[in-house]
């Protein structure tokens, strides 16, 4: 969870239910809740379809990195040598079962 005050700590509850109903991942995804300009959307667009073509395993468009990770995620993780570690990508590579919550994103505080 970000510190600028765009996640709400609101949804957690949801996060949990899912984790709780065996879900290893509970990613988020952000609903467009402000202007981004066109290079913004454009690049984002850009990354995410050449990423996803190249790699062979889909990230979310408008992911986020507000997420809630099982123990053995944490774990698994933690046995990678790679640094920095691109989280969406790895997550995605890994398998674990996954799933997404839609959230709106507040303005920065």
């Known amino acids: 969870m970000d510190a600028d005050g ?15 109903d065996g ?3 509970v990613n988020t995804k952000r609903l467009d809740t402000e202007k981004i300009s066109l290079f ?10 050449i990423f996803n073509t190249i ?18 995620v944490v774990d698994f ?9 691109f989280y969406r990508g790895i997550l995605a590579w890994a398998g674990f079962q996954t799933t997404i919550i839609p959230f709106q994103a507040a303005k920065r505080g």
Do not use: C
């Open 77 to 85: 993780l933690n046995t990678l040598q790679e640094s920095p570690k």
């Open 23 to 25: 879900v290893d991942v």
């Open 40 to 49: 913004k959307k454009t690049t984002s667009i850009l990354f995410y379809k």
């Open 55 to 72: 790699s062979g395993f889909k990230i979310e468009p408008a992911s986020s990195d507000f997420r809630l990770l099982d123990r053995k």
């Open 6 to 20: 765009q996640h709400p700590a609101s949804i957690i509850h949801e996060f949990i239910q899912k984790w709780e």
